[in-house]
């Protein structure tokens, strides 16, 4: 949200947390299947489309957090919407609307439309078609509201162009060509207000991984990812980390394992494997601090979801309690309204520089007053780091 932010964060125990680990959810409604879209919207996690063992389908299933259960929702294209059953296609959201766009299916090896569902009346309406070639195998990511797609793999083969499409004008517009090779099976994400993308296939398998930074069109390379080269990953933000999970390499070997890259120190951990069978083209979406993982293909269709938590929760120490940081953008100044015991408050740039100390900071009853001594104007990421648990909230401050 961009002129202000409530978190509502989920607690469930005070200095007994769990760390680094994954738990049973609900398998997904239908048939298990393979390179299915996801975005969360509302939310609720959504699985969309994907082939499964009787071909491309375009059903459609909602999860939500709090019953850990699916229910089935309108089918991709609603009640006119035949022939548009697809697999490895790209998805985002974008201000509670949900989009999927490009894949390929049983006749039609690619895609370029884009199509809208709107939770409130469950309706989806076709948008501008893609502003590059028809094509599948794509990465999309979402920063603010602009939402980015490209490489993936079009009637000439592997691409590398990028577009970035507007919800409030419905229209596509061509940016810099991703920094790396042209590719398909990539993983994007975003993460700390910048764009992620890396792995995939561009004839032989990759390991680099880059950032997008929307502000000046660039892409910077960062560190390798350091897990076998692998196509078909699943990956997710969740500031300030970003994860990649699961793939298949060059041996045809179905990986497991999940890799944690570091925004800050650019630096790279290997965490806890994903307990199920290793995989290819399964879905990833974070709903309340946790992400969901699952689907995919291992020489079988898979319909089995897992969530991931690095740091569980913080007990009745958050229960309840809103976080509320405002006014955003601000002038400057701005307040955190947080139980305040055991934080401390750091200010990053965007670019990872520690600029903490350009700003006064006083702890209230109610949470902290932030006051800019010596900021320029720009983007900036708040991180409330508890002295146990570590980072427990954050968010990108706009100041002018």
Not at 36 to 59: H, M, N, Q, T
Not at 229 to 255: L, S, T, V, Y
Not at 333 to 345: A, H, S
Request: charged share 15%.
């Amino acid at each position: 949200m961009k002129y202000s932010l409530l978190i509502t964060l989920s607690i469930l125990g005070l200095y007994s947390w769990g760390q680094d680990t994954w738990n049973v959810a609900d398998s997904i409604n239908g048939a298990p299947r393979t390179v299915a879209s996801s975005f969360v919207v509302e939310g609720e996690g959504y699985a969309i489309c994907g082939l499964d063992p009787s071909g491309f389908r375009r059903k459609v299933y909602s999860y939500t957090f709090l019953q850990d259960d699916w229910d089935d929702e309108p089918s991709m294209g609603g009640d006119t919407g035949q022939g548009l059953n697809r697999g490895s296609a790209s998805a985002f959201a974008i201000n509670n609307k949900g989009y999927v766009c490009l894949g390929q299916g049983q006749t039609n090896p690619f895609f370029n439309d884009l199509w809208e569902f709107d939770p409130t009346t469950n309706v989806w309406s076709q948008k501008a078609d893609f502003g590059g070639s028809a094509r599948r195998q794509a990465v999309a990511f979402v920063i603010d509201t602009i939402a980015y797609v490209g490489t993936g793999y079009d009637n000439n083969g592997y691409a590398k162009d990028m577009y970035k499409y507007s919800q409030a004008t419905n229209t596509w517009t061509q940016i810099n060509d991703f920094g790396g090779s042209a590719r398909k099976e990539a993983v994007g994400f975003t993460m700390g207000g910048q764009g992620y993308v890396g792995t995939g296939d561009d004839g032989v398998l990759r390991n680099d991984f880059w950032q997008y930074q929307p502000e000046t069109d660039q892409w910077i390379q960062k560190a390798n990812f350091p897990g076998t080269h692998r196509k078909g990953a699943a990956g997710w933000g969740i500031f300030p980390q970003g994860f990649i999970c699961m793939g298949e390499d060059i041996n045809a070997d179905f990986k497991n394992d999940l890799w944690e890259y570091n925004y800050f120190s650019d630096t790279w951990t290997q965490r806890a494997n994903y307990p199920g069978p290793g995989r290819s083209g399964a879905i990833a979406f974070v709903l309340q601090g946790a992400a969901f993982v699952g689907s995919g293909y291992n020489g079988v269709f898979n319909d089995d979801m897992y969530s991931y938590r690095k740091v569980a929760s913080l007990d009745d120490y958050y229960s309840n309690s809103e976080v509320n940081l405002y006014p955003n953008p601000s002038n400057g100044n701005f307040k955190i309204d947080i139980v305040t015991t055991d934080l401390d408050i750091i200010i990053h740039s965007l670019t990872g520089q520690d600029v903490t100390n350009a700003f006064s900071i006083n702890k209230t009853s109610k949470g902290f007053d932030v006051f800019n001594s010596n900021a320029i104007s720009g983007n900036y990421i708040v991180t409330c780091n508890h002295t146990e648990l570590g980072a427990v909230y954050h968010s990108k401050i706009v100041l002018l």
